[in-house]
C-alpha cells in the first residue's frame, strides 16, 4: 500500500511543482504589464512626458481608447440541450465559466463538453479563433483565460478577438488589470452581470505599437512555457488517473519494485 501510495504521491508532487511554477511566471508576466502600462515605468518612461488626459496623466505618445473601439468583442449561447444531434460526438470547444474556474490558468486547451457543427448552426454562439481572451460576465464575474483551439462559449461570457494592434496576452492583462471597473459596471439582483454594451465603454491608455511589440516579444517565451506546463500537468493527471485502479486492483504489481516509501512516514 505504501509503494503505491508513493507512486501516486510522486505524481502529485510533480503536479504541483509544475502548478507553482505555472504561477510564478504568469505573475511574472502580470507584473512586467502592470510596470509598464500601469505604472507607466516602461523602457525610457524618464524621457517621456506625461500629459493630461481624461484618464489622468498618461504618456505623451499614448492615448485614450475604449474596449469598443480597440478590439472585437462576441458572446455566446447555448445549443437546446434536448436535442442530441447537438451535442453527441461533438468536436468543438464549448465553454462554461466552470471549465475556467476550475482549470485556474492564463491558457485552456478543451472544455468539459463539445458540440457539433449543427448544434452551432443552431445557436447564436460564435466560433472564435484559437488565442482569443474569454472571460466570465456572470455570476463568477472576470474569470480569464485564453483558448488554444478554436471553441465557442455559452452566453456566461463576453469573448475578446485580439489583432494585430493588441495581442491575446496585452488583453488579458488589460482586463485583469481593469477588474474592479469591470465589477463596478456589472448589475443584478439574483447575480452580477456586465453587458458587452456597458464592457465596451471601458476605458484605457492604449500605447504605441512598438511598445507593445517589445512586451509580446518579452512574455512569449513565458508564455510558452506556461502552454507547456498546463500541457504536461493534463497529460501527468490522465496517466495518474490510469495507473490508479489498475494499481489498486493489483493488475500492475509494485511489490518487488524498490521504491522508497520512507518519505511518507517522515
Not at 493630461?52 to 504618456?59: M, N, T, V
Not at 481608447?65 to 449561447?77: E, K, R, Y
Not at 492583462?173 to 456597458?198: C, D, P, Q, V, Y
Request: glycine fraction near 6%; charged fraction near 20%.
Amino acid at each position: 500500500q505504501r509503494k503505491i501510495a508513493s507512486v501516486l504521491a510522486a505524481y502529485d508532487e510533480l503536479i504541483e511543482k509544475n502548478a507553482r511554477r505555472i504561477q510564478i511566471l504568469e505573475d511574472m508576466a502580470q507584473a512586467l504589464y502592470r510596470e509598464w502600462f500601469v505604472e507607466y515605468r516602461f523602457p525610457g518612461h524618464e524621457d517621456v512626458e506625461l500629459v493630461d488626459s481624461e484618464l489622468g496623466a498618461i504618456p505623451m505618445g499614448w492615448h485614450v481608447s475604449t474596449f469598443g473601439d480597440a478590439f472585437q468583442v462576441v458572446g455566446g449561447a447555448t445549443p437546446s440541450t434536448k436535442c442530441p444531434e447537438y451535442w453527441d460526438g461533438g468536436t468543438i470547444n464549448w465553454y462554461t465559466p466552470s471549465d475556467l474556474t476550475r482549470h485556474g490558468h492564463m491558457f485552456i486547451d478543451k472544455s468539459s463538453r463539445r458540440i457539433t457543427q449543427a448544434g452551432l448552426d443552431a445557436c447564436s454562439a460564435t466560433l472564435f479563433p484559437a488565442g482569443s481572451v474569454m472571460m466570465t460576465s456572470r455570476a463568477t464575474l472576470g474569470v480569464l483565460a485564453i483558448n488554444t483551439e478554436p471553441a465557442c462559449t455559452n452566453q456566461g461570457f463576453i469573448t475578446v478577438l485580439p489583432n494585430e494592434r493588441l495581442p491575446a496576452a496585452f488583453i488579458y492583462f488589460l482586463l485583469a488589470s481593469k477588474a474592479a471597473e469591470i465589477e463596478a459596471l456589472a448589475s443584478g439582483a439574483t447575480f452580477k452581470e456586465i453587458s458587452k454594451r456597458s464592457f465596451r465603454t471601458i476605458r484605457f491608455a492604449l500605447p504605441p505599437v512598438d511598445l507593445v511589440t517589445r512586451f509580446t516579444k518579452l512574455t512569449d517565451p513565458m508564455l510558452g512555457l506556461i502552454r507547456n506546463l498546463i500541457r504536461q500537468n493534463a497529460n501527468l493527471r490522465a496517466t495518474r488517473d490510469l495507473l490508479l485502479p489498475r494499481l489498486v486492483s493489483g493488475e500492475i504489481d509494485v511489490s518487488n519494485l524498490d521504491i522508497d516509501t520512507e518519505w511518507l512516514v517522515a
